[in-house]
Each structure stands twice: as structure tokens, then as C-alpha cells.
């Protein structure tokens, strides 16, 4: 999921000078999870924003803000309270605000700072894994990302920086590749150390990414 931090309401203020009708988007998947654009946390800021002495004329929490189509046929049904709006303010990753304003001419803000592909850990703690690099090398690595868990993104490590099996760049983490080698050496897998991983073809990493699934003729379902 997008791992994504609130703006400070300074900043936020700032952005709004000037604007006094406010239309609120939120978003009910990542943002939710985050804290920062589910149904609470657009209440929160409409309360905010009334105290502040400006106007909500609606909000709405779209299902997932990133599905492009979903979100303009929501937007459709509350047309005529964006229409009276001077701006929109979105609570989601900066995919869905992306939606929302291919989807009508009036400003939209962000009101989110969107941060990294996470993982949950336990509820309120994520943690960056995968950089979607474009060429997975898991299978590789014993299963674990050296391009994200090591701050130099080293493909054959350890660096020379290691000691004792922690991390030069931050003393208080274990060195990814000494993970990757204990991993392996539980697998009796050793030998996969040897191997020198191939430069990464970062063509694969082309930006900005798209990506079709193609149709499984048999079901009529895209695989
Ligand atoms: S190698 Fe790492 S960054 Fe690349 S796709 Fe695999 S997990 Fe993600
Ligand atoms: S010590 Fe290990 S994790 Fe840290 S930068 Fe070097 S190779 Fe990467």
C-alpha cells in the first residue's frame, strides 16, 4: 500500500490563502489505513477548516482514490457542490489527487505528503520493501530486497563499510546482505552467495510506468 503523511496545517494554510469554499476528497484504502484521508480525518479537517472560518460545501471518501474512472463518476454525482467550490482538497496519496484533477478543471490540492510502497507491520507501522524496480531479484537474494533494505541499493554486498554484521550507514540496523547470507545458509544455499548478481537493467524502470493485463480469451476475465 502507498504509506502517506499529513501535511502541517501551516502548510496547509498556507496553501489555502485565498479560498473560502472548499470541496473535501478522502480516500477509503491506503489513506485510511494511514490515518490521513479516511472518513475521521476529512471530518477532522472540515471542522478545522470551519473553524478557521472558511466553507465546506461537501466532501465525499471515494473508495480508492487511484481508480481513475470511479472517482469522476463519484465526482459526477456530487457536481454541483464541487461546482460551488473555489478548490478541492484531497486526503490521499498523490495518485488519487491525480484523479481527481484529470477529472475537473477546478484546483485541486494535496493535503498529503505521499511517501513509499509500505508494508504493515502492526497497525500504525510501515515499512519500505519494495522500490518496484521493474526486475525482481528475490528470487536471488533469499527473499530479501538489497535494492530497498540497504541505503546504497548494493546488488553484490556486503559494501566494505559492514562491521560486525551492522549496517555503516545506520549503525543500529543489521546489514541487509548479512541477513541475505544467514538466510541462505539456513536454505544450505550458500553456494547462491558466489553468484554475482547482474547489474540491474534500469530501461525496465521506465517512467511514467504503464502496465495492461492482458485478456484470458477463454474467461472473458483479465488475467
Ligand atoms: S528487487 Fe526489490 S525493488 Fe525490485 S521488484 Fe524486487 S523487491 Fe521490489
Ligand atoms: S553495510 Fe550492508 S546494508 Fe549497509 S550500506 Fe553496506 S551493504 Fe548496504
Redesign the pocket.
Known sequence: MIISTPKGREELEALLAGYRTLFLVGCGACATVCKVGGEDEVFATQEWLEAGGREVVGSMVLKEACHVMRAARELRRYRSQVDEAEVLLVLSCGGGVQSISSCTDTRVLAGVDSLFLGNIRRFGEFEEKCSLCGECILNETAGIC?VT????G?LN???G??EDG?????AE?D????KIYRRLEKQQRLAAFDRVVEAKDWSKKFKPGRHQLARNPGSGVEK
Not at 533494505?149 to 546504497?152: L, Q
Not at 551492522?166 to 545506520?170: A, F, I, Q
Not at 546489514?175 to 548479512?178: G, V
Request: proline share 14%; aromatic share 4%; hydrophobic share 30%.
Open positions: 538489497p533494505n540497504c541505503p546504497k548494493v554486498g556486503p559494501c563499510g559492514m551492522h549496517c555503516e550507514v545506520d540496523r546489514c541487509i546482505w548479512a
